[in-house]
């Protein structure tokens, strides 16, 4: 029984999605690191706040709830490309389709700006 897809054309789409899993692995792995620096600046930030600001019970509790706050949202953003990273691995196929689909609106939307902003 011959499939319809030939071997030939197999190994083209399977080198596709794997050229696709390494770039969306590749994004994810760049989102982390994102998510380290912001963290890293956060941290420098309060550092220099906490240092030019007067001795204070309430401004040391500020800065660490500030702190507390940006220790949060970096692991929410960590979690994030978790997920993200296990739905691509369960659900390729399924994921290549919604990130054309993507691809494809947000090439209409700069294609519609670019032509609004030459007429």
């Known amino acids: 029984m011959s499939s ?7 190994k083209d ?3 596709e999605l794997e050229a696709i ?3 969306i692995a590749s994004i994810a792995h760049r989102v982390s690191g994102i ?3 912001t963290g890293d600046k956060l941290r420098g930030n309060v550092a220099q ?3 030019s600001l007067p ?3 309430s401004v040391s509790r500020a800065a660490d709830s500030a702190m ?3 220790r949060y949202w970096l692991g929410q953003a960590g979690g994030g490309v978790r997920e993200a990273r296990a739905v691509v691995q369960q659900n390729p196929t399924t994921s290549i389709a919604i990130a054309a689909g993507i691809g494809f609106l947000v090439g209409l939307m700069v294609g519609s ?3 609004e902003d030459e007429g």
């Open 4 to 10: 319809w897809l030939g071997n030939s054309k197999k």
């Open 13 to 15: 789409v399977a080198d």
């Open 21 to 23: 899993r390494s770039e």
């Open 35 to 37: 998510a380290g620096m």
């Open 49 to 51: 706040l906490r240092a």
């Open 55 to 57: 001795d204070s019970d």
């Open 68 to 70: 507390d706050q940006g």
């Open 113 to 115: 700006s670019r032509s």
